[in-house]
């Protein structure tokens, strides 16, 4: 998966609670992309993100999510208040033309 | 259908025979890619054609493009217990200059010994 690291890979939270998911690119790469897996199904595009800047959320949820890729550190997806509905992987890729390498993913369960 | 689906939903093969995916989408698209994805774990890339490419190969793997019928196929040749996975295609359609890839709901491939 050409150094794409996400954490944590499991993440369990109570409903309500906060979830932090973290992702560190390729290095060198500026794009980064999350995607949300939910069991038995295809990967679903969520957001896509360059340094600093929200290029296209148009697969985001409008409330409770959010994503960032600050100039420095990881890209962080947040989700607050989760509901059971939440419980999925979610990937992170990064890429700097067309293949986007593809992280391993964190698991969040949602209790 | 919705963009990027595979078919069959699942196939079960016995190790040594050739599997066949196939994959349909919608709207036009600038490639198409195949990944593998291991139960619980992440996504491996296995292939990329471009829309103006009509075949390419990649070792045991031999993915076909057809743009005027919008479908794809990949066939793995002489399969391997090792192969047992799932197999999503997703589509790249390069909106406003980036890309953001549509993915189908994948193919479960079981290789018995």
């Known amino acids: 998966n050409a150094g794409v690291m996400q954490n944590p890979r499991h993440l369990v939270r109570r409903r309500g609670q906060e979830a932090r998911l973290r992702c560190s690119p390729v290095?060198?790469?500026?794009?980064v992309y999350w995607y949300r897996q939910l069991p038995e199904e295809g990967l679903k595009f969520m957001v896509y993100?360059?340094?600093?800047?929200?290029?296209?959320e148009s697969g985001m949820p409008k409330e409770r999510f959010s994503a960032e890729f600050p100039k420095e550190g990881p890209s962080i997806l947040r989700i607050q208040q989760v509901v059971r509905g939440d419980s999925a992987a979610y990937f992170c890729?990064?890429?700097?033309?067309?293949?986007?390498?593809f992280g391993p993913g964190t698991r969040l369960t949602v209790l | 259908s919705q963009q990027g689906e595979e078919d069959p939903q699942a196939l079960s093969i016995q190790e040594g025979e050739n599997a066949t995916m196939n994959c349909s989408y919608k709207?036009?698209?600038?490639?198409l890619q195949w990944y593998r994805q291991n139960s619980g774990r992440g996504l491996v890339h296995l292939i990329l054609?471009?829309?103006?490419?009509r075949e390419k190969h990649s070792g045991r793997l031999r993915v076909t493009l057809d743009t005027s019928k919008k479908s794809s196929s990949l066939l793995i040749t002489a399969s391997r217990a090792a192969d047992t996975a799932s197999y999503f295609c997703?589509?790249?359609?390069?909106?406003?200059?980036?890309?953001?890839?549509?993915f189908g709901k994948g193919t479960m491939l079981l290789v018995s010994p």
């Open positions: 997703a589509t790249d359609q390069m909106n406003s200059g980036y890309s953001t890839l549509t």
């Open positions: 054609i471009r829309s103006n490419e």
């Open positions: 890729a990064s890429s700097q033309k067309e293949q986007q390498f």
């Open positions: 709207t036009s698209i600038n490639n």
């Open positions: 290095k060198g790469h500026s794009h």
């Open positions: 993100l360059q340094k600093e800047n929200i290029i296209d």
